[in-house]
Each structure stands twice: as structure tokens, then as C-alpha cells.
């Protein structure tokens, strides 16, 4: 019955997670509550590692992608596993800078990055930074020169998949806003023009073909196509392509129904590929990174709300309301993204109603979800949101002037703030 390993019940039907009575954190740190478990975090960091050292022999970096979920207990946690980090705003880079993680281990992304964000990463001297097109590889060359400064950078590529979808169509990525296509040619000139650069080094070509992908295939399609431009860059310029960076987009469990590949699977597979297609081609095998952000974040996370109202409307829905909702959890109204949930203090008994869970703020799209299983949840009940780790706390904004909600970690039952609730006066902070 439960989404994940770390999840439970106690003898008086209340849920755990990561060891911890989720009704005790809600009555110590109230609610809406962001609740991460650092065991969960560490075990999916170490699985991609480990898999990186089996399926690669060590040549590569497993990068958090931290868009995900960002703060700087997170970095500190990331870093202590050894593993990279992939910031994509000055704002990613600062909280790592911050937490004291190993710069050398950052790669920088953004389609649109401004001189402000290019100037600090060359001085912070981030691992490497992701040019996403030609007007960013002139402003980096330029600010490198003036820093005296020769940072290593890697290409964004639109490989040409479209892997958003469950069946993947090798068509229209050209229509997409990040990176250089390689249909067009496009691609290779830009590489031309890196390699006579004299303030940067190529060191790489990057792609991230999409998120929550459950199939293996375009991920192994991605990694041909990848190593094919490699092969080409080597033949027809003389140059070494030396890191080949796969991006992230693993898919995770929201509900029972969903069932991912295990990441081990997709590590071993795409290995076959890149060493399979490095041999028929006759290059060196490069050195591998890859990205996962949710992967890491989501299964290590829930929310916790309080049911405020419930309404029961005759033969159309139930609306059991919650004090959060979209400026906590936005990927409802914009993606229709599913969720599991459970009442926390009825955990033994059975999820016998279908509800809508609704949030207060002042938006009728403003729902965590519809058609939920739930048990039978009345006001002052405690929900438990499950896989929330991504993308909710990262994307949460203040809309209706609500105050973001705390951030605890867990780990073998004992709790900790990682990030404080906001304040009243945390919400007029800026105003004049
Ligand atoms: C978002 C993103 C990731 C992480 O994607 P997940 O689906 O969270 O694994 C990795 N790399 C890049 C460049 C991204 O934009």
C-alpha cells in the first residue's frame, strides 16, 4: 500500500516517514509542512554513483539538478555524497556557493543567462557552464577576457528527440528554445566557432531530452545521436570532444499505477550505447555526466496540510479543502500532475472515498488533485501529500500573499528545520 520504502504506519494508525509520526512534525511545526527525508536523498544519490561506477567504471559525475529543490541544506547534503551540482540561475549558484559545495562539481545551465550570472560563475569558477547559444558563447568569451579567466564550457543540443511524450517522435524539437539543433548545422558551427575562441574551452556537448520519461529507448537514442556528433566534430575539425553530459529526466512513482524503469536499468543500457557506438566509431569513450533532478528529490519529500472545510456536493464531488495548495504545489494547475495521498492519523484505514483536494486560495483551478483515494477526511484531519520533494517547495511562490511553509528533514525518525516558515513580516519584507 505504501508509494515508498521509508514510508509506515504506527500501531495507532499514524503515518510514518523516514521514521518520523508525520502528525507529530505537523503538531511541532504546523502546517502547510514540507517534510524530506535525508536517508531517502543519500540512497538515490548513491544509486546513481554507484551505477556511475559500475556501468562507466568511475568516468563520470552523477550532478544534482537543483532545480528540483534548492536550499542550502540540500547542497550540503548533496555535497557530502560527493556528488556535482547543476544550478540554473545566479540564485541556484549562490545557495551552493553559500553551502560551501565543491565548485569545481557545478554545471551551469540557462537559455537565457545575463552578464550578471555568466560574470559570477567565471569568478565563483563553477566545473563548467552550458553555452546555450551563440550570443552567450560571445558575452562569455568577452567576460572571461576581462577576468582573465579561460572557464571550461560545454554545448546545449537539441538532439532532436522529443521524449515528453510516452512514445518518442524524432520530430519537431527543432522548436524548442533551449540549445543549438543539429539538423540545421547549426550545432556544428557553433562548435567552429568555440574551438577558435581563445577565452573558453569546449570541453563538452550536454542534452536533456525532457522529464519524468519512464522508457529507456530515448535516452539510448539520445546518446547515439550524442556520440555521433563527437565522431563528427573529431573527423571533420581534428578536435576532442572530451565530456558527454546526458542531462536528467528519470521518471519517479506518484502513484501505485505508475512504474519506472529503475535508474539502474537506464544507467546499464545507455553504457551499451555509449561504449558500443564509441567503438564502431573509433573514438575515445567520453567522460559522462548526467543530471537527475526529481529522481533525487521527489520520493524524498511530502507535504503536509490540515483540512479545513469539507463540502460535499450530491452527485458531483467532494471537496475536502486544505490550508496550502497552489503556492506550495503549482504542478496541479499546471501540468494536471497526480499525487497519492492519505489522511496521516487515519493511516490503517482504508482509502474508501474518491475526493477533490482543494486548496484556499482564491482560484477554483486551485486544486492538489481530483479523484484521489483518500480515507474518509474530516476538518482537523492531517493530509499527507506524497512524492512532493520536486519541483512544490522550488516552484512555490506567495500568491494570495500566503507565507511559504517550513522545510524539515528527517532522518531515522529525529527532525530538523532546514528552511524557517515565513513570517507576516517576512511577506511585506520588500514593500516600501
Ligand atoms: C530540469 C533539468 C534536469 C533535471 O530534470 P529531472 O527531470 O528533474 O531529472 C537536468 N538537466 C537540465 C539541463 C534540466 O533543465
Do not use: W
Not at 514540507?34 to 567504471?57: I, L, P, Q, T, W
Not at 565530456?243 to 528519470?250: A, K, M, R, Y
Not at 537506464?266 to 558500443?276: D, H, L, N, Q
Not at 474518509?376 to 501529500?385: K, R
Request: aromatic share 8%; net charge negative; hydrophobic share 40%.
Amino acid at each position: 500500500m505504501m508509494l515508498y520504502e521509508n514510508m509506515g504506519v504506527t500501531a495507532e494508525g499514524h503515518f510514518t516517514f523516514g521514521g518520523a509520526d508525520t502528525t507529530e512534525l505537523a503538531a511541532e511545526y504546523g502546517t502547510p509542512l514540507y517534510v524530506m527525508d535525508e536517508n531517502m536523498v543519500r540512497k538515490a544519490v548513491r544509486r546513481f554513483m554507484d551505477s556511475m561506477e559500475k556501468y562507466y567504471g568511475g568516468r563520470g559525475e552523477v550532478h544534482y539538478a537543483s532545480k528540483a529543490f534548492s536550499c542550502m541544506e540540500m547542497c550540503r547534503i548533496i555535497n557530502s555524497e560527493g556528488a556535482g551540482l547543476d544550478a540554473v540561475s545566479i540564485g541556484e549558484l549562490y545557495t551552493a556557493v553559500k553551502a560551501g559545495f565543491d565548485v569545481k562539481k557545478i554545471g551551469f545551465h540557462g537559455n537565457n543567462k545575463t552578464d550578471e550570472e555568466l560574470r559570477y560563475a567565471v569568478e565563483v569558477g563553477v566545473g563548467h557552464i552550458i553555452v546555450d547559444n551563440i550570443s552567450e558563447l560571445e558575452r562569455l568569451e568577452k567576460i572571461a577576457a576581462e577576468l582573465g579567466k579561460k572557464p571550461s564550457i560545454m554545448f546545449r543540443i537539441k538532439p532532436g528527440i522529443d521524449a515528453h511524450t510516452h512514445d518518442f517522435v524524432k520530430t519537431g524539437q527543432i522548436d524548442s528554445k533551449f540549445g543549438f539543433a543539429l539538423e540545421t548545422g547549426e550545432a556544428f558551427e557553433a562548435v567552429k566557432q568555440a574551438v577558435a575562441c581563445s577565452n573558453v574551452e569546449l570541453t563538452g556537448i550536454h542534452c536533456h531530452i525532457g522529464s519524468q520519461i519512464f522508457d529507456i529507448a530515448p535516452f539510448e537514442e539520445a546518446a547515439r545521436v550524442m556520440i555521433g556528433f563527437i565522431s563528427e566534430i573529431k573527423n571533420k575539425l581534428d578536435y576532442e570532444i572530451k565530456g558527454l553530459n546526458l542531462g536528467g529526466g528519470f521518471g519517479i512513482k506518484y502513484l501505485d499505477s505508475d512504474d519506472p524503469s529503475p535508474f539502474e536499468t537506464y544507467m546499464e543500457r545507455v553504457s551499451k550505447v555509449v561504449a558500443g557506438e564509441c567503438e564502431r566509431l573509433g573514438i575515445a569513450q567520453p567522460f559522462i555526466y548526467i543530471e537527475p533532478g526529481r529522481s533525487i528529490a521527489a520520493p524524498a519529500g511530502i507535504t503536509l496540510y490540515t483540512v479545513g472545510a469539507r463540502k460535499e456536493i450530491p452527485n458531483i464531488r467532494t471537496y475536502v479543502s486544505v490550508d496550502g495548495g497552489m503556492p506550495d504545489n503549482p504542478r496541479y494547475i499546471l501540468y494536471g500532475s497526480e499525487y497519492s495521498a492519505l489522511v496521516a492519523n487515519k493511516a490503517n484505514e482504508e482509502r474508501s472515498e474518491k475526493v477533490t483536494i482543494a486548496g484556499k486560495c482564491c482560484e477554483s483551478g486551485d486544486l492538489i488533485g481530483e479523484n484521489m483515494p483518500l480515507q474518509h477526511a474530516e476538518s482537523g484531519d492531517i493530509i499527507a501529500v506524497l512524492a512532493t520533494g520536486a519541483y512544490n517547495y522550488s516552484m512555490s511562490s506567495n500568491y494570495n500573499r500566503l507565507q511559504k511553509p517550513a522545510v524539515v528533514f528527517v532522518k531515522d525518525g529525529a527532525s530538523r528545520v532546514a528552511v524557517k516558515r515565513e513570517t507576516l513580516d517576512d511577506i511585506i519584507r520588500n514593500d516600501i
